[in-house]
């Protein structure tokens, strides 16, 4: 069974700031990588799938990369609106990261 | 515009039962495939089953037995039939549609609590 790893569990920046999110998978899922964005008392959204393409109606400033193993989630320079909760999911058996929060500084 | 409805939540003893619905608009439930997944409060997502569009099910080993995904085709409707339920199934279990493998997009919720 495939398990991911997301690092940090908390990352605390401030806005305008650049901020990386890391993904590991215990072994291979290729490019198949996708992360979510979570905030307080509403559903998940699809940010990035594929490791590296954005969703419809993703800003620009949201971007996905990596392969095999590690992955990374960047977000360029932080909007107050991007606070929240991250998590990243594997297509092998649907499971999820535990998340990474994302909190004002 | 594609939405999804979640109900059918609420407060429930363990052992009990209880059947979640999610109504879709803007797409046809019986051509995707469909998943559930949950969070328990203050928890990471879990991700719970999964219909694929020809009818094939999965399950989380930690439902398997206990909960059965299926479709309603001519109400445009998945739903979750939990049996047995137990405290720790207490949790906002969301509707998504999946696409390709990933959840895109999801519903706004039910929440479920497996209580005495």
């Known amino acids: 069974e495939i398990v991911l790893t997301q690092s940090p569990a908390t990352l605390s920046l401030s806005p305008g700031e650049r901020a990386t999110l890391s993904c590991r998978a215990s072994?291979?899922?290729?490019?198949?990588l996708a992360w979510y964005q979570q905030k307080p008392g509403q559903a998940p959204r699809l940010l990035i799938y594929d490791a590296s393409n954005r969703a419809t109606g993703i800003p620009a400033r949201f971007s996905g990369s990596g392969s095999g193993t590690d992955f990374t989630l960047t977000i360029s320079s932080l909007e107050p609106e991007d606070f929240a909760v991250y998590y990243c999911?594997?297509?092998?058996?649907?499971?999820f990261g535990q998340g990474t929060r994302l909190e004002i500084k | 515009e594609v939405q999804l409805v979640e109900s059918g939540g609420g407060l429930i003893q363990p052992g009990g039962s209880l059947r979640l619905s999610c109504a879709a608009s803007?797409?046809?439930?019986?051509?995707?495939?469909m998943s559930w997944v949950r969070q328990a409060p203050g928890k990471g997502l879990e991700w719970v089953s999964v219909i694929y569009s020809g009818g094939t099910t999965y399950y989380a080993d930690s439902v398997k037995g206990r909960f059965t995904i299926s479709g309603d085709n001519s109400k445009n409707t998945l739903y979750l039939q939990m049996n047995s339920l137990r405290a720790e199934d207490t949790a906002v279990y969301y509707c998504a549609r999946v696409q390709i493998r990933w959840f895109d997009p999801w519903g706004q919720g039910t929440l479920v609590t497996v209580s005495s």
């Open positions: 072994q291979s899922v290729s490019s198949y």
């Open positions: 803007g797409f046809t439930v019986s051509s995707n495939y």
């Open positions: 999911q594997q297509r092998s058996n649907w499971h």
